[in-house]
């Protein structure tokens, strides 16, 4: 008895259809979700859910992959590889509040302060990755780039700055501040970026220094510091860290073995 032939779908041009509106992903998976709707009986819109998902969850990868690349965060330093218990003053609760977001899309600011070591970067950091994956545009610097790149534009007008990646960028995370006393143009151009991203875009801002400390670092301009202060820290979130050292305990752990 002669077997019934199996059915052939052509998928060529199905998949050329799916390639001209760019979604080459779901092109890719075409045949196999094409199977398995078939094998398990799927409704007609189940499978064309199941090819627009795979898709979206490609593009949502790719954003997500680029957008990581172009902030400049640096890799592995999540809020899943952070130890709390190492730094049990740091309220996990209410970092994990912050990393909702909900700050960000209220143009609010983040303080870290603390001595060396005790994971303020890492936190920022982490956020930032939290931010870049809710779909906000992110940039991290180190005060000393980040004055680089603001004296290579201290001639231009306001009007062109706006283009600018310290500026129009959703969240600017600036690390390491207070390492160094800035001069009075450093100081000043300092200023000029906080005071243009006061309600207009979240920063997160690592710090050695506490509050009070800050005219020393502001080229000990009081005035400058205190109308600084007073567009940063209006709502701010403030955490004081204090604890052990994160390089130390891993230079202890070392020298033991």
């Known amino acids: 008895m002669t077997k019934p032939k199996t059915a052939h779908v052509d998928l060529d041009a199905t998949r050329g259809r799916l390639d001209v509106l760019g979604l080459g992903y779901a092109s ?6 094409l199977n398995e709707a078939v094998k398990d009986n799927h409704a007609p819109h189940v499978f064309l859910d199941r090819v627009l998902a795979a898709e979206q969850s490609r593009r949502e ?26 730094q049990p003053g740091i309220d996990k609760s209410r970092i994990e509040t ?4 909900a700050w960000i899309r209220a143009h609010e600011t983040l303080l870290f302060q603390g001595p060396p070591g005790i994971g303020k970067t890492h ?23 980040l004055l680089h790149a603001m004296k290579q534009d201290a001639e231009v007008p306001p009007r062109r700055l706006k283009g600018k990646k310290y500026l129009k960028t ?17 100081a000043s151009l300092f200023f000029r970026l906080v005071s243009y991203r006061y309600q ?22 009081e005035v400058m510091t205190t109308a600084l ?8 979130h ?7 050292s994160y390089r130390l305990r891993d230079l202890e752990r070392a020298l033991k073995h």
């Open 170 to 186: 959703s969240l600017l995370i600036t690390d390491e501040v207070g390492f160094q006393t800035l001069s009075r143009q450093e």
């Open 28 to 33: 890719e998976l075409l045949e196999g979700l």
């Open 238 to 244: 403030v955490f004081n860290i204090k604890g052990r």
């Open 98 to 101: 912050l990393a909702t977001c």
């Open 61 to 86: 990868e790719r954003r997500i992959a680029t957008s990581l690349k172009l902030s400049g965060l640096p890799q592995d330093m999540t809020l899943g590889n952070f130890d709390f218990g190492f």
């Open 229 to 236: 202060l007073d567009r940063l820290l209006h709502r701010c």
């Open 200 to 221: 207009r875009g979240s920063m997160i801002i690592t710090t050695n220094k506490s509050v009070k400390d800050w005219p020393e670092v502001m080229a000990g301009d």
């Open 123 to 145: 936190l920022a950091v982490a956020l930032g990755v939290k931010a870049v994956a809710n779909g906000f545009s992110v940039a991290f610097y180190r005060l000393e780039d």
